[in-house]
């Protein structure tokens, strides 16, 4: 399986989706649904499943759910300017899609469009948060 990016990236960018999905969700406003939707078919994420090193380590997750929210006219959001995010049940969430796209090499786009969406993983959270991530993965399928 080829993977977009080397496994050396794979926590900067696990991070940064848990805080984007953070930042989207509990500053910005966006239910999961509205932000599975919008993430899967942004340029920020075809930009991080194609590996390009700005999306990967040259952002913060702040400035991606910023990127992300500003690319829509027809959200109506509350804008913030925390930059500090909480670990939580929508980080998580975040996090384990980065791992599952990485894993599985495939685009965001097409996991949502096979299923493997974030408000997927959100209703996850209870038990699967302590659960090893080879268990997350044989969940997702």
Request: hydrophobic residues 40%; glycine residues 6%.
């Amino acid at each position: 399986m080829m993977h977009a990016y080397i496994e050396t990236y794979l926590k900067n960018v696990m991070r940064n989706l848990g805080a984007m999905s953070h930042f989207c969700i509990n500053e910005y406003g966006l239910s999961p649904e509205e932000f599975s939707n919008l993430f899967a078919n942004s340029h920020v994420a075809e930009q991080i499943s194609m590996g390009n090193p700005r999306f990967l380590t040259g952002l913060s997750g702040k400035e991606m759910a910023d990127m992300l929210i500003e690319s829509t006219a027809e959200l109506k959001v509350k804008q913030t300017n925390s930059i500090t995010y909480q670990i939580n049940p929508e980080y998580w969430a975040g996090w384990v899609l980065a791992y599952y796209q990485w894993y599985s090499a495939k685009s965001f786009r097409q996991m949502y469009a096979d299923g493997q969406t974030y408000e997927k993983i959100l209703m996850m959270y209870h038990p699967m948060h302590e659960a090893d991530l080879a268990k997350i993965v044989e969940m997702m399928g």
